[in-house]
């Protein structure tokens, strides 16, 4: 709910309500990626005390919750980014700690996790549809002043979690895990592999595609003609197209394997950029839900592929440093080069964006994925083993 309330309409609101130039907006964006990368170091000592996960929960989320509080009452480029980079390093934690939590209590994880999972994109559609339907009502004009309060109720719910944390049943000791040097890098092995080199670089790249949609989609939408009361239950038919598409998931992976069900998900994200580039309102709302597959069937099949191809002992570091491609690195710089992007087709003397141009960087670069998993992908049958030391 947290991330459903404002990653939608971020981009919108930087740009056509705050002022933020496209390239300020692609900065903002950025402090997310940026603060998923550090905020594992950042944080590191206070992981010295033997406080339990849903305790983190509790403090990071009621930070996040004070921070996005004050952030929605801030205009100035340097102020907001400053703190929405500071908010980012105690919220992004957050997703692999509620998956701390969550694993540590079910009995069958692979068996029970993808029904939890599945409500996450639930939650986006909710939030999106009540924020929109029952907050943004009256004249657009109203709406339009009123778009704003998502930061506020993102804040409440961050408040609302962190409140939940504290009736979460008790769960294992976070304990630091003592790496010697030899063995602290040792999962990156794993990727000196011809099949995971190809798919981490492939997976940082489209990582820049999948966060152009992020960042163009509430701007692209309110330049067609879409109002502020629309526009998140509009983005919101993504999510739920996830649901489905996480529901069948194994259906599609038996069928088709990991290199074409890949090849699906990068095609389905290029594909849904040229659609989006004809500008037709029919067209962009056909291929909204598509999000579904984009995600599915390309991230959620990595990190499977990740999982499987990696030795039990590595497998969390393995996913981490995955994690890091799509997350940190691929949204960092798809962030900084979607705002480059819309910065240089805004059209002069106007706030409007070329979004027809726009829409085909994403595009080219999304075929180009699809054209070199196609060719060179050769999938492996057996898990990455290490020579012993």
């Known amino acids: 709910m947290v991330s459903g309330l404002i990653l939608p309409i971020m981009s919108h609101y930087l740009k056509n309500h705050l002022g933020f130039s496209p390239f300020q907006v692609g900065l903002v964006l950025a402090m997310l990626p940026i603060a998923a990368i550090i905020a594992p170091f950042i944080l590191a000592p206070f992981d010295t005390y033997r406080i339990r996960a849903e305790r983190h929960l ?50 069958d994880a692979e068996r029970d ?23 943004l009502h009256g004249s657009p004009e109203e709406a339009a002043s009123r778009l704003g309060h998502a930061l506020v109720f993102s804040s409440l719910c961050s408040f609302a979690l962190a409140a939940f944390a504290l009736t979460l049943p008790k769960s294992p000791d976070l304990k630091i895990q003592k790496d010697t040097v030899s063995t ?46 629309y526009i998140m239950p509009t983005m919101s038919l993504g999510q739920l197209g996830e649901v489905f598409m996480l529901a069948s998931l194994g259906y599609f992976m038996t069928r088709f394997g990991v290199k074409w069900t890949l090849v699906i998900g990068s ?13 037709s309102i029919p067209l962009t709302l056909l291929c909204i839900p598509s999000h579904g597959i984009c995600y599915a069937f390309f991230f959620t099949v990595g990190y499977i592929y990740v999982d499987r191809q990696s030795p039990l002992s590595e497998r969390s570091k393995a996913q981490q440093f995955f994690n890091i491609l ?64």
């Open 113 to 135: 996790f993808g029904k939890i999972r599945m409500w996450g994109p639930i939650s986006w559609v909710f939030v999106g549809w009540a924020f929109s339907m029952l907050w």
């Open 267 to 279: 095609f389905a994200q290029a594909a849904r950029c040229v659609a989006f580039a004809t500008g």
């Open 326 to 389: 799509i997350l940190g690195l691929g949204s960092l710089f798809g962030n900084l080069g979607a705002g480059k992007t819309a910065e240089i087709f805004m059209h002069s003397g106007t706030t409007e964006i070329n979004f027809t141009a726009f829409w085909l960087v994403p595009a080219i670069l999304g075929f180009i994925i699809t054209f070199m998993l196609a060719l060179f992908f050769r999938e492996a049958r057996s898990p990455k083993t290490f020579v012993s030391e």
């Open 58 to 107: 509790v403090i990071y989320q009621g930070i996040a919750g004070i921070l996005m509080l004050i952030l929605s009452r801030q205009d100035n480029f340097y102020v907001f980014l400053l703190l929405y980079l500071l908010y980012g390093i105690v919220f992004m934690p957050t997703f692999s700690l509620t998956n701390t939590v969550a694993f540590s209590h079910l009995a």
């Open 184 to 229: 602290q890098w040792r999962h990156l092995r794993l990727f000196h592999a011809p099949d995971l080199v190809l798919l981490s670089i492939l997976t940082f790249v489209n990582g820049i595609v999948h966060q152009f949609y992020y960042y163009g989609m509430g701007p692209f939408l309110s330049q067609l003609g879409f109002s502020d009361r």
